[in-house]
């Protein structure tokens, strides 16, 4: 292994230590200056997706109800044609025509609705136009390595001045304080330090370092013997200390599991309702907060379930508590046992349960609420005494619209579906007119 001299360690640690930093800051200084750029192009393209809107969409949406499909072809084609877009697609009276090509992690996707308005507002179908990742990517690539190159000499020219001039004016000095204190022995210490620097007008940080390294020599001789005496105290204070310590660290860690303990379950029976298992109203309702925003962020659907269990005063009357309380749990079990890993289901209080369906519109929440519906329809209840009864469940549909609107706002709206189900007879699904439109699975 290659040994530099002892004179020589400081400074090549120093050397390396500028090297290294120069290399860490051009790093960071050239991931800085490449988020820059890239933001720059990603405002760009928020920029050029604007003069779409303002220049393309209404002269598509003309072209549309004209019926010339030359027109459209032909504006399809220069909107495929514009720096940084991947694709174009445009959706109209069930045909879609798509320009470019397809990617799977567009830097940009942005909708634009076509509607004519000159007689009326008709709605024409939807133009969707995607920048792709790999253009901004390449031409960052491109500039990396500039950008590196120019900050990494920057730095290390400036590095190389600063560390020349430490050498002369710092490190040598420093050596030979690491040289006495790397020599000195106890009998040595009666020798005071001095660096022989050439006399000066006035004193400087060494001068300082040496009366302080001085002073200090001459602290620890006199407090030396008054260390030894001491250290026979302290190792049987130690002894003893370390007894108590451990008796003490074992009762605290005793503690904490039992604390752990009570957390976790103090936290899960705040989270879940005690009698079904599912969600408790506070847990589900911030559940489904996060999830408005998550779909509005994503421009997914979302959908609420309000299911509330039909005549459960008369099961309560006929069979008692327990009996209600063991159908809610088989009411509980049965929705959950058909609900997908993303769905979730709350007890929001009595016999009233609601479930939320992420990535799913009006029309998806209508199936899933009619098997539920047929499928608690044909669970039985087996209570205590042996007696087997059976139960239905009202449905309100509740999908997230406005931008404006909150978990309550959501829950509402399905909780007014579910009473519209409840007057109209009950054991049925109500929800928005387009999802009423579709067959009922069960075929009831």
């Known amino acids: 292994m290659i040994r530099f001299p002892r004179q020589r360690s400081i400074s090549m640690r120093l050397a390396v230590a500028t090297v290294m930093f120069s290399l860490l800051v051009t790093v960071l200084g050239t991931v800085l200056m490449l988020a820059v750029r890239y933001n720059d192009d990603v405002a760009g393209a928020h920029r050029r997706l604007d003069e779409i809107g303002r220049s393309y969409v209404p002269s598509l949406s003309t072209s549309l109800w004209l019926v010339d499909q030359d027109r459209v072809d032909l504006q399809l084609d220069e909107l495929a044609k514009i720096p940084g877009v991947a694709e174009v697609r445009l959706r109209s009276e069930g045909v879609e025509l798509d320009r470019g090509h397809a990617v799977h992690d567009p830097l940009l996707l942005r909708s ?9 507002h008709f709605d024409l179908g939807t133009l969707q136009v995607a920048f792709g990742r790999a253009p901004v990517i390449a031409k960052l690539e491109d500039r990396s390595v500039g950008i590196a190159l120019a900050t990494l000499v920057t730095l290390l020219a400036t590095s190389l001045s600063v560390l020349l001039l430490v050498r002369l004016w710092v490190t040598r000095h420093l050596e030979a304080l690491a040289r006495y204190a790397r020599y000195v022995t106890f009998e040595q210490l009666q020798i005071p330090l001095d660096l022989r620097r050439r006399r000066r007008r006035s004193s400087d940080e060494f001068d300082e370092v040496v009366a302080s390294f001085n002073r200090m020599r001459e602290r620890f001789l006199g407090e030396l013997a008054v260390r030894a005496r001491h250290e026979t105290e302290l190792e049987n204070h130690r002894d ?40 408790s109203r506070r847990c589900y309702l911030e559940l489904v907060s996060a999830e408005m925003l998550r779909s509005r962020r994503q421009q997914q659907p979302l959908s609420v379930l309000m299911l509330d269990v039909d005549h459960f ?73 042996g007696t087997s009864i059976s139960c239905t469940v009202s449905i309100g549909i509740g999908e997230l619209q406005g931008t404006q609107d909150g978990p309550e706002t959501l829950i509402a709206r399905a909780d007014r579906a579910l009473y519209e189900a409840k007057r109209a007879g009950r054991n049925q699904v109500q929800g928005p007119r387009d999802a009423g439109s579709h067959d009922d699975p069960s075929g009831s």
């Open 112 to 120: 634009f609705p076509l509607s004519y308005n000159e007689a009326g």
């Open 240 to 279: 003893r200390l370390e007894s108590l310590v451990s008796a003490r660290t074992a009762t605290l860690e005793a503690q904490t599991l039992q604390l752990e303990q009570q957390k976790r379950d103090l936290q899960r029976l705040a989270n879940t309702d005690s009698l079904t298992g599912v969600l």
């Open 313 to 385: 005063k008369q099961v309560n009357d006929g069979h008692g508590h327990a009996g209600g309380d063991r159908m809610l749990t088989v009411v509980a079990d049965t929705c959950k046992g058909m609900l997908r890993e993303v769905d979730a289901i709350g007890r929001i209080g009595g016999e009233e349960f609601s479930i939320l369906l992420p990535q799913a519109d009006a029309e998806g929440a209508w199936l899933v609420a009619e098997r539920l519906r047929v499928a608690v329809a044909g669970a039985r209840v087996v209570l205590d005494d």
